[in-house]
Antibody, heavy 117, light 106 residues
Framework: EVQLVESGGGLVQPGGSLRLSCAAS????????MHWVRQAPGKGLVWVSR????????TYADSVKGRFTISRDNAKKTLSLQMNSLRADDTAVYYC??????????WGQGTQVTVSS | DIQMTQSPSSLSASVGDRVIITCRAS??????LTWYQQKPGKAPKLLIY???SLQSGVPSRFSGSGSGTDFTLTISSLQPEDFATYYC?????????FGQGTKVEV
């Protein structure tokens, strides 16, 4: 069974940092591109970042470029998102998502990030 | 960036109704269009990929059609468990972009 379990969310002050992790199991992690998608309270889904299967190529939404860094450890089957210079509008549930040849097919349960003083 | 516009933003329907949700792309996305269902407090669930392919395990009352810039998600006979918010997503290029969502309610 495919499982994606996010962790690392919490309450952080504006300007602070947080590192999210996603533990993958039940599939060949190193064969899939992975994504982070977020959802602010009461709002829609917003794509954040993507990393290819071997970690050599990353892409970011303009809203997080230069502040967030996506990475992966295929040996540990773990996806990460390092978030720096956090702002109030980064407050959201962050989902770890698997891509399979285009479709984002499996989603984690999400981890809440709240940026507030 | 490709903009995805869903309509309507919300709709009221009854069990047994046929429901149609549309998604329009600002530029052609070919058939790189995915539909999701999301219930409150839950992660989105994949329904349709490649515009018209039904994900394994999804009831056949869900169907998708379209290509290029205009797409539809159809629920042929709405069931109680179908009341939810639906999103389209283009996977043609990066950044990936979602529609704003369509809430299907009683």
């Amino acid at each position: 069974e495919v499982q994606l379990v996010e962790s690392g969310g919490g309450l952080v002050q504006p300007g602070g940092s947080l590192r999210l992790s996603c533990a993958a199991s039940g599939f060949t992690f190193s064969s899939h591109w992975m994504h982070w998608v977020r959802q602010a309270p009461g709002k829609g889904l917003v794509w954040v970042s993507r990393i290819n299967s071997d970690g050599s190529t990353t892409t970011y939404a303009d809203s997080v470029k230069g502040r967030f860094t996506i990475s992966r450890d295929n040996a540990k089957k773990t996806l990460s998102l390092q978030m720096n210079s956090l702002r109030a509008d980064d407050t959201a549930v962050y989902y770890c998502v698997r891509e399979t040849w285009g479709p984002l097919d499996y989603w984690g349960q999400g981890t809440q990030v709240t940026v507030s003083s | 960036d490709i903009q995805m516009t869903q309509s309507p933003s919300s709709l009221s329907a009854s069990v047994g109704d046929r429901v149609i949700i549309t998604c329009r792309a600002s530029h052609s996305v070919g058939s790189y269009l995915t539909w999701y269902q999301q219930k409150p407090g839950k992660a989105p669930k994949l329904l349709i990929y490649a515009a018209s392919s039904l994900q394994s395990g999804v009831p056949s009352r869900f169907s998708g059609s379209g290509s290029g810039t205009d797409f539809t998600l159809t629920i042929s006979s709405l069931q109680p468990e179908d009341f939810a918010t639906y999103y389209c997503l283009q996977t043609y290029n990066t950044p990936r972009t979602f529609g704003q969502g369509t809430k299907v309610e009683v």
